[in-house]
């Protein structure tokens, strides 16, 4: 097992030659925060991009940003808010929630009822108590791996997912061939947009040594309207009615009772009941205005309270995070439906011990399900049968993932397709080989 | 502009197409006769003509399945059409390929308002699909300027932009699903009402793909609850460069318009001239900045924008007070392509994207460009997004002024990449741009984007002849040169 770090994209262009000479495939990692995640990958090499580290260009006027892969989140997003500037895919930290190297390690450890004692601090950032007591903190998500997963949190309902935001990379493929694809600018239809099928496609068909993405103004305020004691159905009507209004909500899920009670938020943790959330952001007239509607709107609905700026961005930093399956060693799925099945694609892939929050209005089914030799896979594909959607396997021993269906099995037109995808980029399939399918 | 050489063995196999063709898409499917072919001849890049070896129009999945199996196992070519309306060229028909017309998949499947979506078939119009949710206070928010004509099918194929790109996103950021079908028959579902397609983003890499990849049958938008208000204002500059500073304050504020437009004077005068909109015609950029949302977020922002403009030397200033006031502003610049048709007889719209700030650089070095032509040109711009269209004016009677105006457009379109740019925002590559994508691009990105189109189309048959300036073979392309490598950078640790 060698783990080679390359310090520029030209020695991971020889890097990826290497291998391809040795026949010997890659198993390409940054902070290796997302290692647990995906179908175990037998590669006798490891390919640590995180000395590719650095932004290059930040132009905020232009609302551009270009890092290498190996740039730690946190950097980006120190920089960016510098401007009063964000990611505004939200991109999430799921260190913690699989139990690998993360910013705010001391979660990990914290037992399903006692909450947190410092849910507002930010990523990369630590609590003094937390500094003293624990090793230094290991850096958190890169900007490569978020965009390897592509990963977006709560706001991916409005703002659009890390695919909608990536602008163009540079890479290697594995072919060992040195490529680029998009540009600096958002409007760009030249060529195909191949950035988009790198987003996802965690590290299968090429490795990053540069990305650009688009950047948006931070919100000036933001607030969080709760409604309390609904139900999994009535908490989708009430979000969807909050949906289709146009106070462009910029967050919308559902933490059951038992979720809730979780939370490191005294507003949320204390209400004894499931918890719904409606985020509004923006100038902060508008702001007032649109709670103002949805409260309105949503007054029969049930009991409302309502978060302020700090409180809001705690909680929906935990609704980003999975922060209520975090502790303990069950299994975690990720689906995503369509927003009105997921109260019942819930209910039918769950079960006995199961738990689940709902995100996107209803459309992301965050699942916690007791620990299971098959992750309880055959349970969870069955709810989707005859749906739109798809279900990922997150969080579940190496073994169990070796042995299941990680990502939502294929069509066998569509397995074709991404197979002959594969072959153009990696037909030798030295990069993270399996990683999604096996034999891709 | 060179097209593949056609295949003089399946232009002699063309009755044996016809009755292939006639068998799977019975009825008026299967159009033969040339005065009908002249209808398909060009798209709306009309310097381009080409009469198709026959056009087949289905009307179900199946039936594009089977014609394009058949066209697989008999090697002959497919262009796929929506209503026509490319502006590069990307349906321009091939004289020994079927031209497959999408027409006739005009129907509205499903309107989801839970879901705020709608699952429709390609031949739907841009518009018609705002149309079917208007009621409910929806609108599909991707709005190019031909969107009473042009296809929802085409606006996926080309990712389609339009004047709110920059706050609600370009056609790809507002497609959920498909359903296509690839050159050899397989029909394939990605995405769907649900949010990020699974695996691989296919749904991302069919926007834009010009036809070359699969054709379209089926496509799931999301909709957007339509904004309370919308107001505009209109906003004259002594300068270029103050406009475009008072562009970057804006977006540098924190404050993203809804639409933020520009035109150059000569772009003004034409507009001015056709609908008499009332613009200022003593400035030398004039500036629509349209605001939505609340009326309260609307008041607000146009109180911090004009405080902006004034800071950038604005010579004039209005906002609109009404919905009939602000489309007034609008109608100056959504004529001033047909506004320019007026100034000569001819007219060749450019449409390169470049990083904002560096506008005021490009348009003096295009005016340069112009006295070295000999050519008016008249510029438009998508400020918001960089997005910009210059108008070049020639007459195709004079002899030579043709070639002159191409010659002027491609200078202009290694300008926009030599200052950061792309060839093209939103019109796509097609034909037109083809010959110029070695500008943007070296040998091995063209590649890697020749093996994607390999891994759907192996033997090239979809559109060939768009996109690429080469065209390589699949098996030739497929080829890998391994050298026997040492362990690369030796003397950098590992562990």
Redesign the interface.
């Known amino acids: 097992m060698t783990s080679l770090k390359p310090g520029t994209a030209e020695q991971v262009r020889d890097a990826v030659r290497w291998a391809l000479s040795e026949e010997a495939p890659l198993t390409v990692v940054a902070a290796g925060t997302k290692r647990a995640l995906g179908r175990p990958v037998q590669a006798r090499h490891t390919l640590d991009v995180s000395g590719l580290a650095g932004i290059d260009l930040y132009e905020p006027e232009e609302l551009v940003v270009s890092a290498a892969p190996g740039t730690p989140l946190a950097e980006i997003e120190a920089a960016l808010a510098g401007h009063n500037q964000q990611l505004a895919f939200e991109p999430p930290d799921l260190g913690p929630l699989l139990g690998a190297a993360s910013a705010e390690p001391e979660r990990a450890a914290v037992p399903p009822d006692t909450p947190p004692s410092a849910p507002g601090r930010g990523r990369g950032r630590k609590t003094k108590a937390g500094a003293a007591a624990a090793p230094p903190a290991p850096p958190g998500p890169t900007l490569g791996g978020i965009v390897a997963c592509n990963l977006s949190g709560p706001r991916r309902i409005k703002a659009g997912a890390a695919r909608d935001h990536l602008l163009g990379l540079e890479g290697v493929s594995g072919r060992g061939d040195a490529f680029k694809t998009g540009g600096r600018v958002f409007k760009n239809v030249t060529g195909y947009d191949l950035s988009k099928l790198m987003t996802g496609s965690y590290g299968t068909l090429a490795v990053f040594t540069r990305l650009t993405l688009k950047v948006l103004p931070r919100p000036e305020l933001e607030r969080t309207v709760l409604l309390l004691g609904l139900d999994d159905a009535a908490a989708v009507r009430a979000l969807t009615a909050a949906l289709q209004t146009p106070c462009e909500v910029a967050g919308a899920a559902h933490l059951p009772a038992a979720a809730a009670a979780r939370s490191g938020v005294p507003e949320v943790a204390g209400a004894g009941a499931a918890v719904t959330a409606i985020r509004v952001e923006g100038f902060g007239p508008s702001v007032a205005y649109r709670c103002d509607r949805l409260m309105d709107l949503l007054r029969g609905a049930g009991e409302l309270d309502e978060l302020d700026s700090d409180a809001s961005a705690a909680f929906w930093r935990e609704v980003r995070d999975v922060h209520p399956f975090v502790a303990g060693d069950r299994t975690v799925w990720r689906l995503s439906v369509a927003p009105s099945d997921g109260p019942a694609v819930a209910a039918a892939a769950g079960g006995d011990g199961a738990e689940h929050i709902l995100d996107w209005g209803g459309g992301l089914v965050w699942l916690a399900l007791p620990p299971a030799d098959d992750a309880g896979a055959g349970r969870v594909r069955a709810a989707l049968a005859g749906r739109d959607g798809h279900a990922t396997l997150i969080r579940a021993p190496e073994p169990v993932r070796a042995a299941v269906e990680v990502f939502q099995p294929q069509a066998a037109p569509l397995a074709a397709l991404t197979a002959r995808l594969k072959d153009s980029f990696d037909p030798r399939r030295i990069l993270n080989p399996g990683r999604m399918y096996a034999g891709v | 502009m060179l097209m593949p050489p056609p295949d003089r063995a399946v232009i002699d196999r063309r009755e044996e197409i016809i009755a292939a063709m006639r068998a799977i898409v019975p009825g008026e499917g299967v159009i033969v006769e040339e005065p009908e072919l002249r209808a398909y001849e060009s798209d709306g890049l009309t310097a381009y003509r080409n009469l198709p070896l026959i056009v087949v129009l289905p009307g179900t999945t199946a039936q594009v399945s089977r014609v394009l199996r058949y066209c697989h196992d008999h090697h002959v070519k497919v262009v796929p059409r929506g209503a026509g309306t490319s502006l590069s060229g990307g349906a321009l028909p091939l004289a020994d390929g079927i031209l497959l017309g999408l027409g006739k998949f005009n129907r509205i499947l499903e309107v989801?308002?839970?879901?705020?979506c709608v699952r429709t078939q390609p031949g739907v119009t841009n518009l018609a699909v705002t149309a079917a949710v208007l009621h409910?206070?929806?609108y599909y928010a991707p709005d190019p300027s031909s969107q009473i004509a042009c296809t929802i099918g085409g606006n996926v194929a080309?990712?389609a932009?339009g004047v709110h790109?920059?706050k609600y996103?370009?056609t790809?950021?507002n497609v959920l699903?498909l359903e296509m079908v690839?050159m050899n028959g397989?029909?394939?579902?990605?995405g769907?009402?649900?949010?990020?397609?699974?695996?691989?983003?296919?749904?991302?890499?069919m926007?834009?793909?010009e036809g070359l990849?699969g054709v379209i049958t089926e496509v799931t938008v999301r909709i957007l609850?339509?904004?309370?208000t919308a107001r505009a204002m209109l906003v004259g500059f002594p300068t270029l460069a103050d406009a475009g500073d008072c562009v970057?304050?804006i977006?540098?504020s924190?404050?993203?318009p809804g639409g933020l437009e520009m035109m150059d004077r000569p772009a003004i005068h034409a507009a001015e001239d056709f609908v008499h909109a009332g613009y200022p015609l003593d400035v030398e950029a004039l500036l629509i900045c349209e605001l939505d949302?609340?009326?309260?977020?609307v008041d607000?922002?146009i109180r911090r924008v004009e405080a902006i403009a004034r800071d950038c030397n604005a010579a004039t200033l209005r906002v609109s007070e009404s919905d009939e006031e602000r489309a007034r502003f609008w109608a100056g610049r959504k004529a001033a392509f047909p506004a320019a048709g007026r100034l000569a007889p001819d007219y060749y719209c450019m449409d390169g994207?470049?990083?904002?700030?560096k506008l005021p650089e490009v348009l003096t070095r295009i005016a340069e460009m112009s006295k070295h032509y000999g050519l008016g040109v008249a510029n438009v711009f998508?400020a918001g997004?960089?997005?910009l269209h210059p108008l070049i004016l020639y007459d195709a009677n004079q002899p030579g002024q043709l070639e002159r105006a191409e010659e002027f457009g491609s200078d202009i379109l290694r300008l926009c990449v030599e200052v950061?740019?792309?060839?093209?925002?939103?019109?796509?590559?097609g034909v037109e741009?083809r010959d110029l994508?070695e500008v943007?691009?070296n040998e091995?990105?063209?590649?890697?984007?020749q093996?994607?189109?390999?891994?759907?189309d192996p033997e090239s048959l979809l559109n060939p002849g768009k996109?690429f300036p080469k065209l390589h073979r699949c098996a030739e392309m497929?080829r890998?040169h391994?050298?026997?490598?040492?362990?690369?950078?030796p003397d950098?640790?590992?562990?």
């Not at chain 2, 950061?420 to 590559?429: A, D």
């Not at chain 2, 093996?451 to 759907?456: E, L, N, P, Q, Y």
């Open positions: 989801d308002l839970p879901n705020r409910a206070g929806f080309e990712n932009g790109c920059l996103g370009l790809t950021n699903g690839l397989d029909v394939v579902r990605v769907g009402r649900h949010l990020d397609s699974e695996a691989y983003d296919l749904v991302g890499l926007n834009g793909s990849l609850p339509k904004p309370e970057a304050r977006i540098g924190g404050i993203l949302g609340p009326e309260a977020e607000h922002l994207t470049i990083p904002r700030r998508h997004d960089g997005n950061g740019g792309v060839l093209t925002g939103e019109h796509g590559v741009k994508m943007q691009f091995l990105d063209l590649n890697q984007q093996r994607v189109k390999c891994a759907f996109m497929g890998m391994i050298h026997r490598g040492q362990m690369p950078f950098i640790p590992r562990f």
